[in-house]
């Protein structure tokens, strides 16, 4: 499939492509796939161990680099004082690019052992160092987000990466979000291929010849929300691009936006206090 070849994105592209899991030259096919699909957004992390992954599929690609907007995230690891800026900087090179388009802590420092004052201004300074175009959290509730808000004074929080699909609407959060300013970006946004048993998103999902992961991505783009689904098959990869051009109804987005079981899926026993 021949490349698409786009012009630079002036914001952060609102489907993107995870790189959890895709690892080797397994994961290598599936990235260099998503974008001969048209993904443009690459998200990965230090604790993926995918950024080698990422670098070598966007060398093969041959795209031009203004075309990509690609994210890393910092890990826990690394908040340490003048820690953070030399692990951007690493991943940096283990991608091989000269600058990242997005930053994000990937998780507040676990039980709270760091305050944020040790590392958000860190995360200010690889801006400032050109390491990055943007900068962002991961996981943080709306606690944390106001104080890191603080912390950055004029540095804008581009986006909040946090866990929500149809199942778990995550709302105060998102809502808060979305109010300041701060775009939320949806990881486990198709809850891992499980919503195919959900008789409400099924239906919809017939009616318009559509996958049920293509119905939660669409409603999750129609909230304003970015999504970063993935998969290491072709098939899925294609078919989560095309949750783009679904149009679904107000009606029906009403009745998936009902569908909230309230039950994340990712809670670790030392992470944030969640709202």
Known sequence: MELQRDAQPEIMPGLGFGTYGRQGEDGISAILCALETGYRHLDTAQDYDTEAEVGEAIRRAGLP???????????????????LVPSVARSLETMGLDRADLVLIHWPAPNGER?????????????????????GVSNFPVALLTEARALLGDVPILTNQVELN????NRTLADHCMGAGIRVTCYQPIAQGRLGGDPVI????????????QVALAWELAQGYAAIPTSSR????????????????????????????????????WGPAWD
Do not use: C, M
């Open 166 to 169: 149809p199942w778990f609407r």
């Open 202 to 213: 099924a239906r919809i999902a017939a009616r318009h010849g559509a996958t049920p992961e």
């Open 65 to 83: 680099r203004e075309a990509l907007f690609v994210t890393t995230k910092v890990r826990p690891a690394n908040f340490g004082p003048g820690d």
């Open 115 to 135: 305050p944020l004052s040790d590392y958000i201004p860190q995360l200010a300074e690889a801006r400032a160092q050109g390491l990055t175009r943007h900068v």
């Open 234 to 269: 072709p098939e899925h990869i294609r078919g989560n691009w095309q949750a783009q051009q679904l149009d679904l109804s107000p009606g029906e987005l009403a009745e998936i936006d009902a569908l909230n079981r309230g039950r994340r899926s990712i809670d670790p026993d």
